[in-house]
């Protein structure tokens, strides 16, 4: 069975930085996506990146401060926060696909990890 297993969350100040993995038990997928919720909030897209690796796409919210990054010779997927404010503060959940192409929609994935806490103090 696939897996997918998080780590890297914590709790951190604002305008701290925090680095997020997502490892693959099972050969590299094409497309993978971070997600992120909130307490009484909706899952949402934060960001996706292809199998090149040079084709990501961010929520605008993040843009600027996060940086999507993929190790295929490690089925690893990573999340690098910078500049991180309160509003942050969710649980991040890392998403895979085989189809190719990315994706900003949660339905477009079928594997998904546990999830991560990331608190962000002000």
């Known amino acids: 069975q696939v897996q997918l297993v998080e780590s890297g969350g914590g709790l951190v100040q604002a305008g701290g930085s925090l680095r997020l993995s997502c490892a693959a038990s099972a050969r590299t997928f094409s497309t993978y996506g971070w997600f992120r919720q909130a307490p009484g909030k909706e899952r949402e897209f934060v960001a996706t990146i292809a199998w090149s690796g040079t084709n990501t796409d961010y929520a605008d919210s993040v843009k600027g401060r996060f940086t999507i990054s993929r190790d295929n010779t490690r089925n690893t997927v990573y999340l690098q926060m910078n500049s991180l404010k309160p509003e942050d503060t969710a649980v991040y959940y890392c998403?895979?696909?085989?189809?190719?192409?990315?994706?900003?929609?949660?339905?477009?994935?079928?594997?998904w990890g546990q999830g991560t806490q990331v608190t962000v103090s002000s």
């Open positions: 998403a895979a696909r085989y189809a190719s192409g990315i994706s900003t929609s949660r339905t477009a994935y079928s594997y």
